[in-house]
């Protein structure tokens, strides 16, 4: 009996992050991810080094997140688009843009509804068999006000 579409997809997934994340090893030099996995997303600074991330949005479901030390040496390497790392946000007016940003990455698209009077950042993600969407809502001065997960629409549109 033949494997249904979306476990394939979902296995096919989760085996290019474990092989993505595991190419990449504490102790190894900034120019040594380069080289695996060029150009980061995204550079941040951290206090303790810096942060490369390396996101697949706006249609993938994957950022990785690959720490430095001063010396600029891998310290950890982590996939973050899941629902452990999404419940580290605050709504409690303590996390701002920046600070989602910083840990996430830049997000799938930036926008807005009529009941919200901020914008809305959205991440894809896999949660378990589930293409999902993880809604960042900010108040004008980019704080963190809300923030919840939701199915994506997109896998049950009809590709035919």
């Known amino acids: 009996m033949p494997m249904p579409k979306i476990l394939c997809t979902a296995i096919a997934a989760l085996a290019l992050v474990a092989c993505a994340t595991g ?76 600070d989602v940003e910083r840990e996430f990455g830049p997000p799938a698209s930036v926008g807005s509804v009529a009941s919200w009077d901020g914008p809305i950042l959205t991440y894809r993600w896999r949660g378990g068999m589930i ?8 108040d004008r001065a980019g704080v963190v006000r809300r923030a919840h997960a939701g199915m994506d629409p997109r896998q049950f549109w009809d590709s035919r």
């Open 23 to 98: 190419s990449i090893q504490p102790g190894m030099t900034r120019a040594d991810v380069a080289a695996r996995w060029g150009q980061p997303t995204r550079v941040v600074p951290l206090p303790t080094g810096e942060r490369l991330q390396y996101s697949y949005q706006p249609w993938g479901q994957q950022a990785v997140m690959v720490d430095l030390d001063t010396a600029g040496r891998v310290t950890q390497v982590r996939q973050v688009l899941d629902e452990a790392e999404f419940a580290r946000i605050s709504t409690k007016g303590d996390w701002t843009r920046a």
């Open 131 to 138: 293409d999902q969407l993880y809604w960042v809502y900010l």
